[in-house]
């Protein structure tokens, strides 16, 4: 019997695996195939990440090495080496794949048809590791107390404005209750996250600001994470080389080289002067504007290795803090604290962790192709009625008629 030998990638992102079908297949499979010839089999597994899915490899470590019937060869066996990968991006099929999928312990309730190898050994090591989320049912339920947590850009406000007079309305109300604990986790500088939320930001008892780099709440310090010095300082020379549009963000004040950035139109906005350069100690977040974010994105991995987070936005601006700041980072603490119910609400790559670590969530839009396939996660449109609806939904609330007009 022919033995088929293929390189699979284990990404993982807050407890969910990512799974891929090809047109033609009823059944989700890993990322990844066979090598070219000449190709070790970590290169193979870059090259197909790659092309199914627009990732780029980061990092990997061998999980593994199973082997049985190949799937789509009856007459075959296939040899699996399995890798727990790392990846930069957003997980979007390509080629020829048709669907991406982020999955859970609870797959086959979800209706997913899973490959042989991953569905009899991968996932229940995953599982005995604590690397994959169990998967169970959402409950929504009246707990003594409710975290929720909502993004701002594409989740709660759209096209640059405030949230809208619907989800103006739940917001204002949550924010009256004393069982409801509302945190806004944004991407944005605190000035800029309370500029859009304009007259509710009084309402926010926690703000987790520039990806979770800066937090802040009532009655507590604010807590900054700064950027190491030496990845920072590598990145900045690249960019200037190639005069890439950056600033740099430091919670309470930016510093912008090479112009744009229309939506930073602060008066007190500082331009980079090559002749004195800014403090990079107390950086908290590097932006960077590139009409070719794939590029870049690897090239400033390279220079600043595994010390860094980039998350990619749409348009092509890609954010990077500090390894380990992300917005599910303070959520952790959050879950830790207390046994509140954790319902979030997010729309783009720097929300995915966030969405796939708390009790419910809802992803707003089109975005994170295949993240409601994980049992706890809800996908709404991307409009001011249907995110409102879903607010009132969380809290067992029923919309009054002003708001379901």
Request: net charge negative.
């Amino acid at each position: 019997m022919r033995r088929i030998d293929k390189a699979a990638a284990v990404i993982l992102r807050g407890g969910l695996l990512l799974v891929v079908r090809k047109r033609g297949s009823t059944t989700f499979i890993s990322p990844g195939g066979k090598p070219e010839p000449g190709e070790r089999m970590d290169q193979a597994l870059a090259r197909e990440l790659t092309e199914e899915t627009g990732l780029h490899l980061r990092s990997w470590q061998r999980f593994g090495t199973y082997s049985d019937r190949a799937a789509f060869e009856p007459s075959s066996t296939v040899r699996i080496e399995v890798f727990l990968a790392e990846a930069d991006g957003t997980a979007t099929p390509g080629q020829e794949i048709e669907e991406v999928a982020w999955i859970d312990g609870g797959f086959r309730e979800a209706g997913i048809e899973l490959g042989s190898i991953f569905d009899h050994f991968v996932v229940p090591a995953l599982l005995a590791q604590g690397l994959l989320r169990p998967g169970s049912m959402p409950s929504l339920g009246r707990p003594a107390e409710r975290t929720i947590i909502v993004d701002l850009d594409g989740t709660i406000a759209f096209d640059g404005g405030h949230p809208g007079p619907k989800v103006s309305a739940a917001l204002d109300h949550l924010g009256e209750r004393s069982d409801i604990h509302l945190v806004v986790a944004t991407s944005r500088a605190p000035r800029g996250a309370r500029k859009i939320m304009g007259a509710l930001a009084d309402r926010v008892d926690e703000w987790w600001c520039c990806n979770g780099a800066f937090r802040t709440g009532h009655g507590r310090e604010t807590e900054t994470t700064a950027l190491p010095c030496e990845p920072l300082r590598a990145m900045i020379a690249c960019l200037r080389a190639e005069a890439v549009p950056f600033y740099l963000e430091y919670g309470d004040r930016f510093v912008v080289s090479g112009g744009g950035f229309s939506w930073m139109a602060y008066p007190d906005r500082a331009e980079y002067s090559p002749d004195a350069d800014p403090d990079l100690a107390t950086v908290i977040k590097l932006v960077v504007d590139s009409q070719d974010s794939a590029l870049w994105i690897c090239r400033l991995r390279d220079s600043a290795g595994d010390d860094v987070e980039i998350c990619l936005h749409a348009g092509g601006v890609i954010d990077i803090t500090a390894a380990g700041v992300t917005k599910a980072k303070p959520l952790d603490l959050r879950m830790n604290a207390n046994g509140s119910v954790v319902v979030a609400f997010g729309n783009d790559l720097n929300d995915q962790e966030l969405l796939a670590r708390a009790d419910v969530a809802f992803v707003v839009g089109i975005g994170l192709p295949g993240l409601e396939r994980a049992r706890h996660v809800r996908r709404v449109s991307a409009d001011d009625a249907a995110v409102a609806t879903a607010l009132w939904h969380v809290v067992s609330i029923p919309a009054s008629d002003e708001l379901e007009a």
